[in-house]
Every structure is written in structure tokens, then in C-alpha cells.
């Protein structure tokens, strides 16, 4: 069974430092990787999405990579700001969902990030 | 479009009651999932449908739990009978054609004394 796991739980650190969110996944065998934003009180929102096929994908300050091989996804904010504070989920989905069977992502725990004014 | 509703957005009930929570997908989309959200456990998918048909309910607890999707714009989650380990965050989400690209409601936050 696919087990996603986010190290640190919690992470602090001052307006415009670059800064590192990690995910690590148990089962290699995946063909895509999902980053989302949760803010509180409110529902997830997909930020990027890695095919198995890339490295990176970007979008603004916001940089996802992939390493199918060790299990491992970074998400790197650069030239953080105080509306980037939320909790940051990655998720991986098990099954094919354009076969027979059934299909779902299963999702890390989430690191919360604070940027401090 | 208004995106993913969920209704009620806090639900408080005593142990034994049935709660029924709701959720309209976006328009034209033709996968809904429910997911339960905690701290202990994280995110969750209880069920999710495809063009109103259930596809995997391997994730609902338990019989106390069901989920119907009467029509492409309504699906509800029940309990019945709630218990105080049912309280957390349940979460509706929606998707067109490729169910990795789902979109949130804004989640029923259950509490059960």
C-alpha cells in the first residue's frame, strides 16, 4: 500500500526566504505527482502536477521536482510572502484511471508553513 | 461558475443521530469524491462516483456510512448512527474526464458530542 509521507509537519521561517517542502512516497511506480494548497477552513487546490515523464514543473515562484527512483518530490517557493502561509499537500494517485479498476490519490499529511511579516 | 458546494458547512450533533451531508459537483463534471479529513489520519477518500455509478466505496468505514448520487448535480454522504470518531472535515470534490484533476469544496466541518 502507498504510503506518502511530509517532513517537517510545520515549518516558520521570515518573509523572503527561499524555502523547501518535502515528500516522500513508498511506491515508486507512479505516473504522476500532485502538489496542493490547503488554506484553513477551505478545500484543497491543486498547484502543479508532475508528470512521471518530468523533472520540474513550474509555475511563478513555485518549483516541483521528482525523483521517481529515491520516492521523492520538493516543492521549492522562492522569495517567500506572507500569503503563502497554508498547509502544502503532495499526493500520488494508485491505480490507472483509464483502465478497469479503481483509482485514487493518496495524500501526505501536509506541512504547515508560516511566513513571518 | 461557483465551484464545488457543500452544505452544511458546520454540522453538530449528539451521538446516535443521522447526519446527512450534501454536495453539488461542478456542472459537466463526471467524477465526485468524498473524502474525511483528521489529524490522525489526514486526508481520506471514503467513495467516489463516475457518471453517478459508485466506482470504489473500499474506503467508507463502515455499514453506519453511505453515499448516494441520485443525479449528475447531487450526491449526499449519511451516518447513521454518528458517533464521537465520525467528527473531522468531510471534503466533496469534482473532476471532468481525468479524476487526478479534482476540485475541492470547501469541506463540512462534523462534530458529534
Known amino acids: 500500500k502507498q504510503e506518502v509521507t511530509q517532513i517537517p509537519a510545520a515549518l516558520s521561517v521570515p518573509e523572503g526566504e527561499n524555502l523547501v517542502l518535502n515528500c516522500s512516497f513508498t511506491d515508486s511506480a507512479i505516473y504522476n505527482l500532485q502538489w496542493f494548497r490547503q488554506d484553513p477552513g477551505k478545500g484543497l487546490t491543486s498547484l502543479l502536477l508532475?508528470?512521471?515523464?518530468?523533472r520540474e514543473q513550474t509555475s511563478g515562484r513555485l518549483n516541483a521536482s521528482l525523483d521517481k527512483s529515491s520516492g521523492r518530490s520538493t516543492l521549492y517557493i522562492a522569495a517567500s510572502q506572507p500569503g503563502d502561509s497554508a498547509t502544502y499537500l503532495c499526493?500520488?494517485?494508485?491505480?490507472?484511471?483509464?483502465?478497469?479498476?479503481?483509482?485514487?490519490?493518496?495524500f501526505g499529511k501536509g506541512t504547515k508553513l508560516s511566513v513571518i511579516p | 461558475d461557483a465551484g464545488v458546494i457543500q452544505s452544511p458547512r458546520h454540522e453538530v450533533t449528539e451521538m446516535g443521530q443521522e447526519v446527512t451531508l450534501r454536495c453539488k459537483p461542478i456542472s459537466g463534471h463526471d467524477y465526485l469524491f468524498w473524502y474525511r479529513q483528521t489529524m490522525m489520519r489526514g486526508l481520506e477518500l471514503l467513495i467516489y462516483f463516475n457518471n453517478n455509478v459508485p466506482i470504489d466505496d473500499s474506503g467508507m468505514p463502515e455499514d453506519r456510512f453511505s453515499a448516494k448520487m441520485p443525479n449528475a448535480s447531487f450526491s449526499t454522504l449519511k451516518i447513521q448512527p454518528s458517533e464521537p470518531r465520525d467528527s473531522a472535515v468531510y471534503f466533496c470534490?469534482?473532476?471532468?474526464?481525468?479524476?487526478?484533476?479534482?476540485?475541492f469544496g470547501p469541506g463540512t466541518r462534523l462534530t458529534v458530542l
Open positions: 508532475i508528470q512521471s515523464s518530468q
Open positions: 499526493a500520488v494517485p494508485q491505480g490507472q484511471y483509464s483502465g478497469a479498476g479503481s483509482y485514487q490519490l493518496t
Open positions: 470534490a469534482s473532476s471532468f474526464t481525468r479524476p487526478d484533476t479534482q476540485y
